[in-house]
């Protein structure tokens, strides 16, 4: 099993920044591919961002590309988010979630994802 926390989450003014981070324990082993999502009230759970366990391979939402930036620790076993430009259609409970997958890819889907945080919130006020 893995355990997934995420921080950093808040209340932030349109075009300001915020930096998530999600730490993972249990069996941290070896590195996941990890994957950011996110679900705004009365919307469906949409991707944000996902990182290769390598770190290598990324993949970002078009609502999102050039505003995060997507990272990782493996010696911390933490991923993180910045998020900068913020809009309020950003506002969203956060989610990150662990691929277990041997294979190094930034899964979209979250269906290819085992473990799941309990989230945080962000509210981005205009």
């Known amino acids: 099993q893995v355990q997934l926390v995420e921080s950093g989450g808040g209340v932030v003014q349109a075009g300001g920044s915020l930096r998530l981070s999600c730490a993972a324990s249990g069996r941290t082993a070896r590195a996941y591919n990890m994957g950011w999502f996110r679900r705004a009230p009365g919307k469906e759970r949409e991707v944000v961002s996902a990182?290769?366990?390598?770190?290598?391979?990324?993949y970002y939402a078009a609502s999102v590309k050039g505003r995060f930036t997507i990272s990782r620790d493996n010696a911390k076993n933490t991923v993180y988010l910045q998020m900068n430009s913020l809009k309020p259609e950003d506002t969203a409970v956060y989610y990150c979630?662990?691929?277990?997958?041997?294979?190094?890819?930034?899964?979209?889907?979250?269906?290819?994802?085992?473990?799941w945080g309990q989230g945080t919130q962000v509210t981005v006020s205009s």
């Open positions: 990182i290769s366990w390598s770190g290598v391979i990324t």
């Open positions: 979630a662990a691929d277990s997958s041997s294979i190094a890819r930034a899964e979209r889907n979250s269906y290819g994802y085992e473990y």
